[in-house]
């Protein structure tokens, strides 16, 4: 009898696969932040694109995050760098096409890698059609009922509707020039007046975005990252607001155009919709609320999956701070089952690596770049802090290189809207849209081949990919041993709890299970226990830690310093 031939061996998963089948992997998901135009330019034209995203999902991958947020690549005029969308379903010809978009979703499948994008519905562009239409079709047009047109205030509508203020600075209402030529009706913007606010009490714009979600879905999206999330729903009658700083109370107290009870049921439309799609789809909301627990309203089981935790951003290099941040972000979420999220930097605020290099109380915006080695030093301890707390962390590009921010940025090429707008956000977001290098020389340091859309610094070059790459203690290197632990170490990533633990003035220590975290937030070496073996020390190399005396079960811990340890 003749020998049957064995059976090949089952083919091993693929990442897709693994991807596909990986359950809740937004409970514990590191998510890095994409900011295309200064991620890699693939055509030479000094601006990041699509292709160079896609070129560079390998980097990502070995990285080790769970997926990729795109800020928005929509059809754009870029007055506020693609935050005012003219077309939803249409990519901008600066970062590609619609295939780019799909090859892109499609390769990082197949590296395990999931696409979330950025999606803005509280207002559109000034060219989008519906509100170009309004202007140009006059009073009576049905299409202004979709925006917020008003008439003036004063003998002949020569004041604003009301008293609000742009976030960007000014009055956050502009007055049309009707088509015969006269002064007409004022609409409301709450951002730049090339960005007019969405009326959502309108049955159209829900229309509208309900099928836009369907639309990136079926293109194979996994989810969405809302843009200003809180402030889709407007108080009735758009009242005054009675305070002449209005800019200073965000994010102190309910406004009547922010974080408003009505947004809730938007939400609660939206999530029915990405349910009936398979593979774990979710929303993620920009959120900017007075206090966590009115974040977790957002994040509730119907609504949407995360929010960012603004709060914990905000917070100092200060430990009773961030315990008190942290005890509140952790009780919030726990009744509504919603993971916390924990973020550092973004395209919005100084980098925290500069943030941390000055004293502290300045806020989310720093004009100068302090001292570079300790910010440096502070932002790595930092990062190790933010990955060993339950739930689901952040990462923006060119952090896991320790870029600080490029605060010395000539006038006359700053192209942040607010910067141009008086008495508003300070304007310098631009410092932190740098494009990111990947080599150590070029005209943009790998970036690519023609220069980039900002300057870099020459400091950039040994901050490249290509200079941290293998290099021991490196600030890359770092980034990827921590994300390996993280996803390694059964004790790391979701859950909802975790045990203080008796720690010296200054410290941070905590246990989950087997695993335990000990931050100094002080500038000087302290005395803590020993516990275990050192798994990662944000230092310089992970035997910095070392017994203050030998068996006595005590460690010299240096300042500004985490150490990750394990009784495994």
Known sequence: MSQQPSAAPAPAPSAATAVAKRRDWWRDAVIYQVYPRSFADSDGDGMGDLEGVRSRLPYLQGLGVDAVWLSPFYASPQADAGYDVADYRAVDPMFGTLLDADALIRDARELGLRIIVDLVPNHSSDQHEWFKRAVAEGPGSPLRDRYHFRSGQGENGELPPNNWESIFGGPAWTRVTEPDGSPGAWYLHLFAPEQPDFNWEHPAVGDEFRSILRFWLDIGVDGFRIDVAHGLVKAPGLPDLGAHDQLKLLGNDVMPFFDQDGV????????????????????????WTP???RTANYVRPDELHQAFNFQYLSTDWDADELRTVIDRTLEAMRPVGAPATWVLSNHDVTRHATRFANPPGLGTQIRTAGDRELGLRRARAATLLMLALPGSAYVYQGEELGLPDVVDLPDEVRQDPAYFRGAGQ????????????????????????????????????????????GTAGSTLELYRSALTLRRTTPDL???????????????LAFRRGAFTCVTNTTPEPTTTPTYGRVLLTSGETVDSAEPAEPDAGETSLPGDTTVWWTTD
Do not use: K, M, N
């Open 264 to 287: 809730h049921e938007i939400y609660r439309e939206w999530r029915l919709i990405l349910d009936e799609y398979s593979g774990e789809r979710i929303f993620v909301a920009e959120a």
């Open 291 to 293: 206090t966590v627990e």
């Open 426 to 469: 300070d304007g310098f977001r631009d410092g932190c849209r740098v494009p990111i290098p990947w080599t150590r020389e070029g005209s943009s340091y790998g970036f690519g081949d023609g220069g980039s859309w900002l300057p870099q610094p020459p400091v950039w070059g040994e901050l490249s990919v290509q200079a941290q790459e």
């Open 493 to 507: 990533g979701a859950g909802d709890t975790l045990d203080w633990l008796p720690s010296p003035t200054g410290v």
